[in-house]
Every structure is written in C-alpha cells, then in structure tokens.
C-alpha cells in the first residue's frame, strides 16, 4: 500500500472508508514535523485513515514533555516520546517534580507502547569557522543543546559531561530554543557549537550546511567505551550507535569525523506511547498499519531507514525492559506476533 501524501487526504481516504475504526477519531502529539517523532507519527496519521482504522488529528512542534503527561491524563491519545520522560514521570522527578513520586508515578502506569525508533544520535557539530573544532575544545563556548526542557536537553547535557566533564553554566554557557528554531539558531552565531541528537543524513544539518561548511565529530573510542557512558547507554531512554564511518552519511559540505573508521554515539530512544486503556483491538491495527508499511514510511526521508523502525527483539536498540517502566500495549504484542516478530518477555 503507497501511503496517501498528506494528512488531509489521509483524512478525506478514511471518510469513505467501511472499515470497522473509519469513524474512530484520535488526536496525537509529536515534535516537529520533520524530524525522526514527526515522520512516524504523522505517518501513523496517514496510514490510520487510508486503511479505515482511526482518523487522527495530529499536532506537530509540541513539547514531548507535556505530551506524554497529556497522554496518561487522557487529554490526548498517542504521543511521540522519548523513553527517558515516562521513566521520569514514574519517579516524579525533573520536569515532573511538582507532581510528586506518587502521582507521576500512577500516571506513568497508565501508559504504553505501541513500537519504537531512535529518535536520534547526539552528535557535536559546528561551522568550521568555529573556534571549536572537538570535544576538547567546549570548555567556556557557547553550546546549542536543545529545547529549553524535555528528554534532548537532559540527555545533551549528560552527553556533553560525559565526554568533557563539563557543567551547562560553569563549564559552558547552554543555549536552548524549541526546535522549530533550530536552523535558525545554528545560522545565526547565537551558538560556537552544537551538541543535538541527529538522524543518518540529519535534516537540522541538511539546511544549516547552506551557512557554511560543517564538522561533525564521533565521540572519542576511549569515552563511548568508558564504563561511565557504557553504563549511560542502558539507562532509561538511552541507547548507543556504533556503526561504520560509510553509515554515518551527512549532506554535502558537512565532513564526519572520527579516529578509525567508526562513528559512536549515545542514541535517545523511544516511541509511540497511548495509554493502557486504549481498545486493543485498536492499538492492534494501529500497529499492524505500521508493521505493513514500513517500506513506505522509510522511503518518506532519507533517515528513516536508520532509525531503527521495526525493531523489537534487540532491547539495547528499542530501550524496552530494565528501567524502563513502560510496556508493550497488549494490542500492539499481537501485532507484532501476528507480522512474525518476537517480543521479549519482559516487554509484555
């Protein structure tokens, strides 16, 4: 099946549809429209509605934090997330802190998942008319590393202590807007680097290189394989990309560079989270409309097919089980039995 190029169209397909879930009417949230949660979940969108299963109502360039909090109170019913939100959530902690342990955590218990994908790898990057020319090179810079709150932002200033030992407001100075900024904030000398979780091509460098010619450095081999980053890596949300220097591709005019031939990298993990009480019968053909497609969602940009989409069984690659206190929707594990998949235990 082609997926339907728009959501509009998507929407008019389903109004004719027969099918069982045509008059089904969701809403779900994501972050920008063009970036790896915008892509699958706008894609869901599409595939929903062209296939008669839901008409959903997407809102892109939210703010994931609030979004999955959105979701476990019920006022929205699918939301993009990174993994390392609802493990915060569950303890009350950081952006949730005024809810409290309880509360954060019931509401975290009312969620699930449908399927993941890394939302991206962090990567250092700056115009190589930057005085910053690696990881060596952050200390008293000026740093892009994200939106002002949410899972990017805690996870870029982990990364970036991680690999310098540096502290955002001692050791550098961060800089935070919302991501439909980014581009701009890259262009505009607001920043002497960048430190964001980025796709194989990224579409935030894609559009910034027009600026000038750009770095992108690979964490250093000793860091990435320090028991410290080792032991980041299976943290909630968080996974880690080791793959050949031929596989990290960028746009023209954006030079990758690492030691020996491999790009490293700690990855932010996640995906599409509904709440527990969702009808199973359709979290199952939401899942199964992905599952069918997912030749036709990875064709949409040239970095989906790097994302990790359709992967369940790897758990260093999906985020699922340890800490993580999210589960697969009872739903979505038929889906995938169903598409010949093999569900870890610990995921149902």
């Known amino acids: 099946m082609k997926p339907i190029k728009t959501l509009a169209a998507a929407l008019v397909a389903s109004a004719?549809?027969?099918?069982?879930?045509?008059?089904?009417?969701?809403?779900?949230?994501?972050?920008?429209?063009?970036?790896?949660?915008?892509?699958?979940?706008?894609?869901?969108?599409?595939?929903?509605?062209?296939?008669?299963?839901?008409?959903?109502?997407?809102?892109?360039?939210?703010?994931?934090?609030?979004?999955?909090?959105?979701?476990?109170?019920?006022?929205?019913?699918?939301?993009?997330?990174?993994?390392?939100l609802p493990f915060l959530l569950s303890k009350g902690a950081g952006p949730?802190?005024?809810?409290?342990?309880?509360?954060?955590?019931?509401?975290?218990?009312?969620?699930?998942?449908?399927?993941?994908?890394?939302l991206g790898?962090?990567?250092?990057?700056?115009?190589?008319?930057?005085?910053?020319?690696?990881w060596g090179d952050l200390e008293g810079k000026?740093?892009?590393?994200?939106?002002?709150?949410?899972?990017?932002?805690?996870?870029?200033?982990?990364v970036i202590k991680l690999a310098s030992g540096l502290d955002e407001g001692k050791g550098y100075t961060g800089v935070q807007v919302n991501w439909d900024q980014a581009v701009k904030t890259m262009t505009d000398g607001s920043a002497d680097a960048f430190l964001l979780p980025s796709s194989f091509p990224d579409g935030r460098h894609t559009r910034a290189v027009a600026s000038g010619k750009m770095t992108m450095w690979s964490m250093p081999k000793d860091i990435?394989?320090?028991?410290?980053?080792?032991?980041?890596?299976?943290?909630?949300?968080?996974?880690?990309?080791?793959?050949?220097?031929?596989?990290?591709?960028?746009?023209?005019?954006?030079t990758v560079v690492s030691e020996d031939g491999m790009f490293r990298g700690v990855a932010t993990v996640?995906?599409?989270?509904?709440?527990?009480?969702?009808?199973?019968?359709?979290?199952?053909?939401?899942?199964?409309?992905?599952?069918?497609?997912?030749?036709?969602?990875?064709?949409?940009?040239?970095?989906l097919p790097n994302v990790a989409l359709g992967e369940v069984a790897d758990l260093s690659t999906t985020g699922m089980c340890g800490a993580n206190p999210l589960k697969y929707h009872p739903g979505?594990?038929?889906?995938?039995?169903?598409?010949?998949?093999?569900?870890?235990?610990c995921a149902k």
């Open 16 to 84: 004719i549809s027969s099918a069982s879930y045509a008059q089904v009417n969701l809403t779900a949230e994501t972050a920008n429209a063009t970036g790896v949660p915008g892509n699958t979940v706008l894609a869901l969108g599409e595939l929903a509605a062209s296939g008669g299963v839901a008409n959903i109502q997407v809102a892109t360039g939210q703010t994931l934090t609030n979004s999955i909090q959105n979701v476990a109170e019920g006022k929205t019913d699918i939301t993009a997330a990174p993994f390392i």
């Open 224 to 254: 990435f394989e320090s028991a410290a980053v080792q032991k980041y890596t299976k943290a909630p949300g968080s996974g880690k990309v080791e793959v050949p220097l031929s596989e990290a591709v960028q746009a023209e005019g954006v």
């Open 270 to 303: 996640g995906g599409e989270v509904v709440r527990k009480d969702m009808d199973e019968e359709l979290a199952y053909q939401l899942t199964k409309a992905v599952l069918a497609n997912l030749d036709a969602i990875k064709a949409k940009t040239p970095f």
């Open 332 to 345: 979505a594990v038929r889906a995938w039995e169903e598409a010949g998949y093999t569900v870890p235990d």
């Open 121 to 134: 790898t962090f990567t250092l990057s700056a115009y190589d008319s930057s005085s910053v020319k690696g």
């Open 96 to 118: 949730y802190a005024k809810l409290g342990k309880e509360s954060g955590a019931e509401l975290a218990g009312r969620l699930s998942v449908l399927y993941t994908y890394r």
């Open 142 to 158: 000026s740093i892009y590393n994200g939106p002002p709150r949410g899972g990017a932002l805690t996870n870029a200033r982990a």
